[in-house]
């Protein structure tokens, strides 16, 4: 028992610094980011996004296509996420464990304002979310199958609930420079919060957080019109590090007597320091002359390469993650089929976060996204915006350790997404 225990802890630790600082399953991006920004990106798969312009969540991607605008603009919708994240072929400590699909259903909102000033100046303000994720594995997900019916509880505690949510507050200006140059920017505040429930050891509590942190980050860009059917956009986003406060419990029948617990020793009073990545985008709209067809891409880079590690505010290193900086690159169509309705299509290719260390808890793999949407004006100041994609992951084969008892599984994340956009143009 005593073994046992010494064990338990170990893999309580890890688990719980992979949790309460956002590195959970995510099924939409890359590592834990999220493309869920718009209603109409969701739709073409937000190739072009950066320039497109066609409603005021474009300050999303970058805040200097709001100078494409002739009149105030008011976007608002919500996109649904529908995930199914798989986890199989689990082997721990020479015991299999019984397969496990994990499901949710997520709303994220979004709401966004332009304010025109003149025809040079343009403010604006929108709130939507960069980072997040949902995963609640079962309350039986460790019990060995065979002769192994028994729990497995060192390996039980690589499950649990852990829902995460971020906030982006977005407050930008944008500057017309000549009828070919625009530039914008503005200031991103994102709050961030997480609840993490683990059991082990028939039912027990062994751990039970809520955290919650703001980090202050910045973005940067500028647009190019060639004429009136070509442009280009570049966009930086600077993510801060946000500073996690909250606590780590360990169940005094586990140990610990509840004592706030980070790292191998309690820290009290010490903060998560979680480092979230940077992003530069380039887009491209070309609408084909005397046709009612246009194209549009987007190339973007995500700076995963800062999250090599988690520690806390006093310099305690916590765990090593090692990510690899990621891209995405995606390829759309829009079809203007009349004055009132808009067909969108588009792909994109994600690349993964991980690279060597991978977890059963962590899951991560390059994406395929297949996107597809319609929006309808019903006069010249409302329109109504809908997306689909359905997202695509691979097999990954994952090898970690609790401990030193190596734990095997094959993990996959599927998505649906559905969005809802209603905007208008004063």
């Known amino acids: 028992m005593m073994n046992k225990t010494r064990l338990f802890k170990k893999s309580l630790l890890a688990v719980t610094i992979a949790s309460t600082t956002l590195a959970s399953q995510q099924a939409l991006a890359a590592g834990f ?34 100078t494409l605008f002739d009149s105030d603009q008011f976007s608002g919708g ?34 966004y304002y332009i304010h025109k000033l003149n025809d040079q100046f343009a403010i604006g303000a929108g709130i939507y979310s960069n980072f997040g994720t949902k995963n609640n594995f ?63 050891f028939s039912n027990v509590n062994a751990v039970n957080i809520d955290a919650d942190g703001i980090g202050i980050g910045f973005n940067l860009g500028t647009v190019f019109e060639l004429d009136e059917n ?9 993510s801060p590090e946000v500073e996690a406060s909250g606590d780590v419990y360990l169940d005094a029948g586990i140990g610990g007597g509840g004592a706030s ?3 191998t020793n309690a820290v009290a009073g010490q903060d998560v320091l979680l480092p979230l990545p940077s992003m530069l985008e380039f887009s491209g709209y070309h ?11 987007s190339l973007q880079w995500i700076g995963w390469d800062t999250f090599d590690k988690l520690k806390t505010s006093g310099g305690r290193d916590i765990k090593t993650y090692n990510w690899q900086d990621g891209y995405h690159i995606s390829l759309g169509g829009t079809y203007y089929l009349d004055n009132n309705w808009t067909l969108r299509a588009g792909y994109m290719h994600d690349t993964a976060a991980q690279d060597k260390l991978t977890s059963i808890s962590v899951p991560d793999s390059d994406r395929n996204w297949f996107s597809f949407g319609a929006g309808y004006a019903f006069d010249k100041h409302h329109s109504i915006d809908f997306g689909f994609t359905y997202l695509m992951g691979e097999d990954v084969k994952v090898t970690e350790n609790v401990s030193t008892v190596p734990l ?19």
């Open 408 to 426: 095997t599984a094959t993990t996959r994340a599927d998505a649906m997404l559905y969005g809802l956009q209603y905007s208008y143009s004063f």
């Open 287 to 297: 609408r084909i002359k005397d046709t009612k067809f246009a194209v549009h891409y």
């Open 230 to 238: 070509n442009r280009f956009g570049l966009a930086y986003h600077y």
């Open 33 to 66: 980011q999220l493309n869920s920004q718009s209603a109409t990106g969701l739709g073409r798969a937000f190739a072009g996004d950066a320039v497109i312009a066609d409603n005021a969540s474009v300050m999303a991607r970058n805040a200097a296509a709001m």
């Open 138 to 200: 079962p309350g039986n997900f460790g019990a060995g199958t065979g002769n192994a019916a028994v729990s497995l509880p060192d390996a039980s505690v690589l499950g649990g609930t852990t829902e995460i949510e971020t906030i982006n507050y977005t407050i930008n200006a944008a500057y017309r420079i000549d009828e070919q140059w625009s530039i914008g920017g503005g200031i991103d505040i994102i709050q961030g919060s997480g609840k993490l429930r683990r059991d082990a």
């Open 261 to 263: 617990l980070i790292g």
């Open 78 to 111: 919500v996109n649904m996420i529908d995930t199914d994240i798989e986890i199989k072929d689990i082997s721990y400590n020479g015991n299999s464990i019984n397969d496990v699909t994990n499901s949710s259903n997520t709303p994220v909102p979004n709401i």
